[in-house]
């Protein structure tokens, strides 16, 4: 390494360090550690579909940026990022393949998922909304 490096390096990684010391703390996640029913999914052509069965839909999000996806007879699950201050995504969700029968929203969520895009936490109720105003769902907290 050429002398004049040798010498910078230590100073511009003191200088690196004293720049990040001032930066302002990561954004708080406020879904981590969250649990949630499905409550409705409200689609923007006035479709409004509600479960039948209450405690089979639900979702929950881990300190870790894990995602669980409850649906029916089946488990989603994958990562998720979340982009200040109400930007969602999930990766790529894996899925069991259990055949839930008639009635079943499974499929629904399964394809609806990727295109979550943003999420609103209102009056302890959270409403994660679809790209392209494609629709809502709503889900009410866990006990």
């Not at 029913?37 to 881990?62: N, Q």
């Not at 839930?100 to 209102?122: H, N, T």
Request: aromatic residues 10%; negative net charge; hydrophobic residues 40%.
């Amino acid at each position: 390494m050429h002398r004049r490096f040798r010498t910078a390096l230590p100073l511009l990684s003191a200088a690196l360090l004293a720049a990040c010391a001032g930066l302002p703390p990561a954004p708080t996640d406020p879904l981590a550690g969250t649990a949630w029913k499905l409550e409705r999914i409200d689609y923007m052509d006035d479709t409004t579909i509600t479960p039948d069965a209450a405690g089979r839909y639900g979702i929950a999000f881990d300190a870790e940026g894990q995602v669980s996806i409850q649906a029916d007879c089946n488990t989603l699950g994958g990562r998720y990022a979340y982009t200040p201050p109400s930007g969602l995504e999930f990766g790529l969700l894996r899925s069991t393949l259990a055949f839930c029968g008639d009635g079943s929203l499974y499929e629904r969520i399964r394809k609806d998922m990727p295109y979550v895009r943003s999420f609103v936490l209102k009056d302890g109720q959270l409403h994660l909304a679809l790209m392209a105003d494609g629709g809502i769902y709503h889900f009410s907290p866990l006990p």
